[in-house]
């Protein structure tokens, strides 16, 4: 029998580093432990909880019911010319596995380099960075319906994504426990340098022709530089969704604010910088005791050792409250708050 441990501390599972602790706790680390666990009618009728790498989480107060951490590894790939479907267990290290790709010169997810978290969050959140996301390379996954005990496999277009959205927060939210995800890669590098950060420190590097590896450490380096490591300040990267507005309230905010930082997404429409938004109403680098929002980048909120969850999110709740009186924008946390 698969061990399951009551009251159970969650403050080293999570990065924001809070105090909190479950109910029960349960370690999956191959699918049939999956089968085992939910053949058991009590896991059926409780409060559910699933943790990958604990990375996109706010835990304001202890959780009264079932965490399951999964830890599900492995990566294996197929080749089909010049394409490579590469299979990653959900809780393979999200960066494990951008380095796995880099090093065996697969290209597709070296823009998502140094990203926190595992596998199998990656489509629930359609994660994303500096140009690309997940449904730009998501093949497939596969899922276990815990009602039923059986294994789906979802395409691409299963998925139904949208800006880190997906089937699996919403229409499906808690029925399926994500196991596996297929990734369709290539061989053939196709270098994606729209974001500009890249583009001006690839010229700052004087590379001209940048491999993927280049793009990994550039991307990689960027990240240092601007978020903390969550192993010495607890944070969970981005706190906020970029919202996207319709382009005439846009081109409103425009008049008022020109040097506003804005990206054309679809016509009609135009994502803005969160972090902007923040750091133009003076948030940037503000400490209130024990939390704060880091000082090079102002969209993440920050836990310098002792604060609690529901210190993170007032003061979360005090920027969302701010930004809608000087913008008329209503922010979006992207962190899951429980």
Not at 36 to 53: A, T
Not at 78 to 91: I, K, P, Q, S, Y
Not at 328 to 338: A, D
Request: charged share 20%; aromatic share 10%.
């Amino acid at each position: 029998m698969i061990p399951i441990h009551e009251h159970y501390s969650l403050k080293n599972l999570n990065t924001f580093g809070v105090a909190a602790s479950c109910r029960w706790f349960v370690e999956i680390n191959e699918e049939g432990d999956l089968q085992e666990l939910f053949s058991d009618p009590q896991w059926l009728s409780v409060p559910r909880l699933v943790l990958g790498g604990g990375s996109n989480i706010l835990f304001t107060q202890d959780f009264d019911g079932l965490l399951i951490k999964i830890n599900i590894p492995g990566i294996n790939y197929v080749e089909n010319g010049d394409d490579l479907f590469v299979t990653a267990g959900a809780g393979v290290i999200w960066n494990d596995f951008v380095n796995y790709c880099v090093d065996h010169g697969f290209a597709g997810v070296e823009n998502l380099s140094l990203i926190p978290g595992s596998v199998g969050a990656s489509p629930i959140q359609n994660i994303g960075a500096y140009g690309v996301e997940i449904k730009d390379v998501l093949h497939s996954c596969e899922a276990f319906e815990i009602k039923t005990r059986e294994t789906r496999h979802f395409t691409n277009e299963d998925c139904q994504f949208g800006y880190r959205d997906s089937i699996f927060k919403s229409r499906v939210k808690g029925q399926y426990i994500i196991t596996a995800v297929t990734y369709r890669l290539s061989r053939r590098s196709a270098i994606n340098t729209s974001y500009g950060a890249i583009a001006q420190e690839l010229g700052n590097r004087g590379i001209a022709h940048p491999t993927i590896s280049d793009i990994s450490n550039i991307v990689s380096a960027i990240r240092v530089s601007k978020l903390p490591d969550p192993s010495t300040i607890g944070n969970a990267g981005s706190f906020f969704k970029n919202p996207v507005i319709e382009v005439d309230k846009f081109r409103q905010l425009q008049s008022a604010f020109p040097d506003i930082v804005h990206f054309s997404v679809s016509d009609g429409m135009e994502k803005l910088s969160a972090g902007w938004l923040i750091e133009k109403i003076g948030w940037k680098g503000v400490k209130i005791n024990e939390t704060g929002t880091w000082k090079n980048q102002a969209l993440v909120l920050v836990n310098y050792g002792n604060a609690s969850g529901i210190d993170v999110y007032n003061l979360s709740a005090a920027i969302i409250q701010d930004v809608e009186k000087h913008f008329g924008i209503t922010l979006e946390r992207e962190v899951n708050v429980f």
